[in-house]
């Protein structure tokens, strides 16, 4: 469904070869490398040290922006490297150690909630570039043991594949474009960032960044935190919910029908379940399976073992309405025993004041 180009500006990128249709899973791979997640850059070289001639090659294959080194690297190299070798060969041992460590800093992905899964690097995932208008939906899938990649939207022949390197929530560009220099090394220049409609991008982007900022300290239960809280907050859990939905049409606006999206449909069943509205609620939570399905297709076993994912919310909604209508059921018995008794009594008294 797609092949690797090099761009004129962002070194190569993935394009696809044909039209793709939202939902549609472009890649499922496994990781040619896995890392521990508390490595650092100064344990890193005791894994690169390991390194296989094939995983070597592989690695020499991606990209490797020196910017995300730390300045004092090269200086920590060397000094390991010198009881090994000297001169010349020296200087090509730090410049391939530097390259690899490099390497591995640009391309690592994430695996699984708080990395639980490790760092990854991956053949054909890890040259994919970032917007912060992505149109698939990366992550990694415990249940296949895959890093999986879906269409978000309906992708067009010839489109670049883009994802998003950025997964802390919804950030204004100077915090994005922070971030990609900080970590990625280059200036963002996507059509959130730069286009012609990037004002208006960005005011939907602080006005969900508010939105979540109110609802934090909304759900803290906190007066004090509320009285002193910068920015509006929410002032009751029917407001919340006006603000969640305002959230999902923004999302939807800018494009962000992923994790976001998913989150946001939740939070919109939630609340409309601490509001009494099971219907609503329901509705809500079958929206953030259809979201899910499209980003992760259909082998969630892993989240609904932690009581998570939108299979697992419905099944707990259903048993709920079910105990509601058991509960209905024993109210209307009880009611109808008292109705027959009251009945009973006021006919008996009728019959008294007639004699
Ligand atoms: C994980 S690699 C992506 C693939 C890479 N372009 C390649 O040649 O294999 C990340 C690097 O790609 C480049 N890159 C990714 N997205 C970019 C963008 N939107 N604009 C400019 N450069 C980008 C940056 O150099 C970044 O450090």
């Known amino acids: 469904m797609f092949e690797l180009i ?4 962002k070194g190569y990128g993935l394009f696809a070869t044909q039209d793709i249709k939202r939902g549609t899973r472009i890649i499922a791979e496994e990781p040619m490398l896995v890392l521990p997640s508390d490595v650092n850059t100064s344990s890193l070289y005791t894994y690169l040290d390991k390194l296989t001639p094939d995983q070597h090659a592989q690695l020499s294959d991606l990209a490797s922006t020196k910017h995300v080194a730390p300045p004092t690297l090269k200086q920590s190299i060397r000094q390991r490297l010198q009881a090994k070798y000297s001169g010349a060969a020296l200087d090509a041992a730090v410049e391939d150690s530097l390259k690899m460590h490099c390497t591995f800093l640009t391309n690592t992905v994430y695996m699984g909630p708080d990395v639980c899964f490790g760092m990854g690097i991956f053949l054909n995932y890890s040259h994919m570039n970032h917007s912060c ?5 990366n992550s990694y899938n415990p249940t296949i043991g895959k890093e999986t990649v879906h269409a978000i939207r309906d992708i067009k022949a010839g489109d670049e594949l883009l994802t998003s390197y950025i997964h802390t929530g919804l950030l204004i560009k100077e915090d994005r474009q922070k971030m990609l220099a900080e970590h990625w090394g280059f200036d963002c220049r996507c059509e959130v960032c730069d286009g012609p ?6 005011q939907r982007r602080e006005r969900l960044q508010r939105i979540g900022e109110g609802l934090a300290v909304y759900e803290r239960h906190d007066r004090i935190l509320t009285n002193f809280a910068p920015h509006p907050v929410p002032k009751d859990d029917a ?4 603000w969640l939905e305002e959230s999902v049409g923004l999302l939807k606006e800018e494009g ?3 994790h976001n999206l998913v989150h946001a449909y939740r939070q919109c069943s939630e609340y409309a379940l601490k509001l009494g509205q099971a219907a609503k609620a329901m509705a809500y939570a079958r929206k953030e399976l259809e979201v899910e399905r499209v980003c992760l297709g259909d082998e969630t076993d892993h989240m609904e073992e932690g009581m998570e994912g939108a299979k697992f919310w419905i099944r707990h909604l259903e048993k709920m309405s079910e105990q509601e209508a058991v509960k209905d059921r024993m109210n209307q018995k009880r009611e109808a025993k008292e109705q027959k008794k009251n009945d009973k009594k006021a006919a008996k008294k009728a019959a008294k004041g007639k004699k």
Do not use: S, Y
Request: proline content about 0%; charged content about 30%.
């Open 6 to 9: 090099i761009t004129a500006d």
């Open 133 to 137: 208008r992505r149109n698939v939906h």
């Open 197 to 202: 409609d990037a004002a208006e991008c960005e």
């Open 239 to 242: 407001q919340a919910l006006a």
């Open 256 to 258: 962000l029908a992923e």
